[in-house]
């Protein structure tokens, strides 16, 4: 078979060479099977999508990508090797995943949320490394008695040019971006606003930071989407797991069956 791009034939042979050499073939291997896990759950509990969802969906991402017209969606789907029957089995797959996801863990989010409460927290943080203790000292002395601005200080004495740049601004940020030695003395209870965290010494060198604002963890819309999500990808890698291990059991008994055959 071949796949014509830019009125160029490329075999699949040569494609699947590529993903192999691009070490990108075991991550198309493992959607493959993540559909075909999805696919047979959602028959499992009879779960369906109907042509009335797809084409919802389908609209919602023509008015998202600014294709009003029918030539204009036919055109871009040509760009991306693909035509309005393939385009609708993936929306389908695309809806079968998030309406199995809910079905699964839906009921489960609130829990999550509450006995995890602390990873939604958020914070706008600023941040510093310099490469010796008795700099880092001194700069934290020197920003506490106001004689220089955590940004100053960023700006003149950081090892990173990029965060000298932007003065140390890290942007908003959770617990789980640092490692859990750094979070723990960054986020301490009681979280204050405008503290300045004493060094903390990384293999990187000293690092100060300055907390600049702090939201609470609220059960918003896309948090809740985002637990979701997550549950659901841990909960897909597991049925991988299995999946494949019952694989090669069952090929392990093929195999025994056929020596048994033999003797």
Known sequence: MTIKFNNVEIA????????????????????ILHQKIIEEATASRNIQ??????????????SNLCLEKASETLAWLEDHLTDPDEWGKAIRKDLLRKKLAEHLFDSEVDAYFAQNCLNFDRFVLYHLVVPYEKLAQELFYQIEEEEISFY?????YDI????????????????WDYHPDIAAAIFKTPIVVGELIEPIKSEQGYHLFKIEDYFPAELTPE????????????WLNSELNYFVHSEKVGGEKVDNEKLSSVK
Do not use: M, W
């Open 223 to 234: 948090i809740r989407q985002d637990i979701i999500n997550n549950l659901f990808s841990q």
């Open 152 to 156: 100053q200080a960023v700006h003149l």
């Open 160 to 175: 990173d040019p990029k965060r000298r740049y932007v003065c140390g601004y890290e942007g908003e940020v959770h617990r």
């Open 12 to 31: 699949t042979a040569e494609i699947n060479d590529y993903l192999k050499q691009q070490l990108k073939l075991k991550q198309v291997c493992r959607e």
């Open 49 to 62: 999508i109907t042509e009335a969802e797809i084409e919802t969906e389908a609209n919602k991402i023509r």
